[in-house]
């Protein structure tokens, strides 16, 4: 089992839908959580961190499950520049290991 | 400007001919890293560093090395390239301390004949 896990779409949404993407992560001493977003082959960039307690930054609200090893991020009203692959990111104290990416179309 | 930069950003180059790609960030960050990104399989981390002469593997580090002389610059050296070392290259860094944003560099895109 891969130690952190996406589906990886394609999703292929039309604008202002509201569109949800899971994560799960199997090692359960992870400390930090991530949702980051990358552009075709470019780097990857910082879309919200995850708490535990949830937290909304606009259009898009991550939440952490500690117990079920599980993140989630949901984006409201998609717009066509959310385009994108949506990466769900794990610190295991020193290193970062990275899920493999959902891909996000939002369609006119 | 805050920024992470690499070079070369595209590099072809033949089997067992050695290469560094360099990394330099202007941030004063302690914390470094360099990932491979293939299709598939998602970024994976090859070696991190905390500070400056403290390095230490991450999940794929065979036919890679890395050395921290000064804070800004992380190089990714391979002493002998193979074909399966073909990928897209990212570096990245952060402050110290689990919860802060990593910042990228542009890639490198290597490929290796």
């Known amino acids: 089992r891969k130690e952190v896990e996406q589906d990886p779409g394609p999703f292929n949404v039309p604008e202002g839908a509201t569109v949800a993407f899971n994560c799960t992560y199997s090692?359960?001493?992870?400390?930090?959580f991530f949702w980051y977003r990358q552009d075709c082959r470019k780097e990857p960039k910082l879309l919200m961190s995850?708490?535990?307690s949830g937290n909304e930054d606009g259009r898009f609200t991550a939440q952490l499950n500690r117990a079920s090893q599980y993140i989630s991020l949901l984006i409201r009203d998609s717009k066509l520049s959310d385009s994108a692959t949506y990466l769900c990111v794990v610190n295991n104290g020193q290193n970062f290991v990275f899920g493999p990416g959902t891909r996000l179309s939002v369609l006119p | 400007e805050a920024q992470v930069t690499q070079n070369p950003r595209y590099l072809i180059t033949v089997t067992g001919k050695k290469l560094t790609v360099t990394c330099s960030q202007n941030?004063?960050?302690?914390?470094m890293s360099w990932y491979r990104q293939d299709p598939g399989l998602g970024l994976r981390q090859i070696y991190y560093?905390?500070?400056?002469?403290?390095?230490d593997k991450g999940d794929v580090p065979e036919g890679y090395k890395v050395s921290r002389k000064e804070k800004r610059n992380f190089p990714l050296i391979l002493e002998s390239p193979s074909p399966n070392q073909t990928s897209l290259y990212f570096c990245?860094?952060?402050?110290?301390?689990?919860?802060?944003?990593?910042?990228f560099g542009p890639g490198t895109r290597l490929t290796v004949t």
């Open positions: 941030m004063n960050h302690e914390y």
């Open positions: 560093s905390m500070n400056v002469e403290v390095t």
């Open positions: 090692n359960s001493a992870s400390q930090s």
């Open positions: 995850v708490y535990s």
């Open positions: 990245a860094s952060k402050l110290a301390g689990g919860t802060y944003e990593q910042y």
